[in-house]
């Protein structure tokens, strides 16, 4: 552990906005669109707001974005399901009868949430909404000029990669549908992964179920503008190293500085809650792991950052942070194998971040930039600079063994397309490597479905 020194983040920052200088303009990512047009000579056709096809215009914009996700990752497709685009459907159809753009509707389904609850899926997804013109006076306005106009505002961004971008997503919805006055056509794109599919299903389980929380503890999904502070700070990944349990179930956090401890802290948030997760809920049956909560195992109640610094029990003259901050509630036996999550809190009940055991130690690739962004704890950026060789089914192993870490070290990123497609070149090009390395990840990584497949049929 050490201190992150300011001109080491500065140049990690340098490092990767020359790596995506390109993707922070609208302008940049439509010339790589329009500079790979005859790819889309199939959706060069007339587009008549009286006799249209709703089928056209998604199969054109969902190519569209993943032409985009290809070359900025080398990654997977979104995979569009039906069921998600009825939920697309309601904001759609909604838009266009009030002639306004809104992600909100009307009550009971007011916020995508319901929508997607309304649908059988969690609340675990993203909405996006963006209008056109519906014609373009007397020139030619084709499917594809439809397309790029719907898709430049979504494409806007003062910094990092559009959301729509964002590899943690794996599958889509999207419906369109045109004002009563035929001037602008508005859609809606709905976006999601693993998590917006509940699998849980405790009742159809044959062993015995395990103790987990119930209800949601007072704890909500991640707000956007109060968690915005503490979502992206790389060096928040530190608090985590700083844990430990013992043999008798005490959750200790220590560290050697303790006035580094407090600036910190001062970043996170204003509490935190520990989530202990028995590692047999991700069995290869019927995981017990409820999609709906922002949760995963059983949760200790919320515990002020002040009231953490204040238990510092070290002696006066040192400047080393130790306190105990739980134990390992009774209903889970000791001998167990099991992992425990921090959950920040902010404004003291939404779940701002997830700190899960840290997957990437000594980690070194053949790539300078990369490994200097690794230094600067920034995992993501290398990560996302490194993606685009498994496009290369040929890549070299220790870069390849180099990326599944990598990936595997945050949500939006263990539950991307990006991890899954090394995962499965791993698997093909040394599977007992693989195999070692996922059992010594955290088990949340099995939150991504095609691993815990593959992990159960290798690995098990």
């Not at 753009?101 to 996006?128: C, H, I, M, W």
């Not at 999904?221 to 005490?250: H, P, R, S, V």
Request: aromatic letters at 12%; glycine letters at 4%; hydrophobic letters at 40%.
């Amino acid at each position: 552990m050490y201190k992150i020194k300011s001109v080491f983040f500065f140049f990690s920052i340098v490092f990767f906005c020359n790596y995506l200088c390109f993707s922070q303009s609208n302008i940049s990512y439509i010339d790589l669109i329009t500079g790979n047009s005859s790819k889309f000579k199939i959706f060069q056709k007339n587009f008549n707001p009286r006799k249209y096809d709703p089928a056209i215009v998604e199969s054109c914009f969902i190519e569209m974005v993943n032409a985009l996700r290809q070359q900025l990752y080398g990654g997977t497709p979104l995979v569009n399901l039906p069921m998600l685009d009825s939920v697309a459907l309601m904001q759609a159809e909604f838009q266009a009868l009030k002639d306004k753009l809104s992600v909100v509707n009307e009550a009971p389904f007011q916020y995508t949430a319901q929508r997607l609850k309304k649908f059988g899926f969690t609340a675990q997804g993203d909405e996006f909404v963006s209008k056109a013109k519906a014609y373009q006076g007397d020139n030619d306005y084709f499917y594809y000029d439809l397309c790029l106009e719907l898709i430049k505002p979504l494409l806007k961004t003062s910094s990092g990669l559009p959301a729509i971008l964002s590899p943690q997503y794996t599958i889509c919805g999207f419906a369109c549908d045109i004002d009563k006055y035929m001037r602008s056509v508005y859609i809606s794109f709905v976006l999601g992964n693993d998590l917006t599919i509940q699998v849980f299903n405790s009742v159809g389980s044959k062993q015995k179920d395990l103790p987990i929380t119930r209800g949601l503890a007072g704890l909500r999904f991640y707000d956007e503008t109060i968690c915005k502070k503490c979502a992206e700070d790389n060096t928040l990944e530190q608090i985590y190293d700083m844990l430990y349990w013992n043999e008798d179930g005490d959750v200790f956090l220590q560290f050697d500085d303790a006035k580094w401890v407090k600036k910190l802290f001062a970043k996170a948030g204003d509490a935190i809650v520990l989530d202990f997760i028995q590692k047999e809920q991700y069995n290869c049956r019927v995981p017990q792991v409820d999609n709906n909560k922002p949760f995963r195992g059983i949760v200790s109640k919320p515990i002020s950052l002040n009231q953490i610094l204040a238990s510092n029990d070290s002696t006066a003259k040192s400047n080393i942070f130790h306190a105990k901050i739980g134990a390992i509630p009774q209903q889970i036996e000791l001998t167990k194998a099991i992992d425990i999550n921090i959950l920040l809190l902010s404004d003291k009940k939404y779940v701002c971040r997830t700190l899960i055991k840290k997957n990437i130690n000594n980690l070194k690739t053949s790539d300078a930039v990369a490994d200097s962004l690794i230094q600067t704890l920034n995992f993501e950026g290398a990560l996302y600079r490194l993606a685009r060789n498994l496009s290369d089914s040929t890549i070299n192993e220790s870069l390849l063994f180099s990326i599944v870490p990598l990936a595997a070290h945050k949500p939006k990123t263990y539950l991307s397309s990006i991890f899954t497609k090394s995962v499965q070149m791993a698997a093909i090009r040394n599977p007992q490597r693989l195999c070692k390395l996922l059992n010594e990840f955290s088990v949340s990584v099995f939150d991504n479905a095609e691993v815990r497949k593959i992990y159960c049929e290798r690995c098990r």
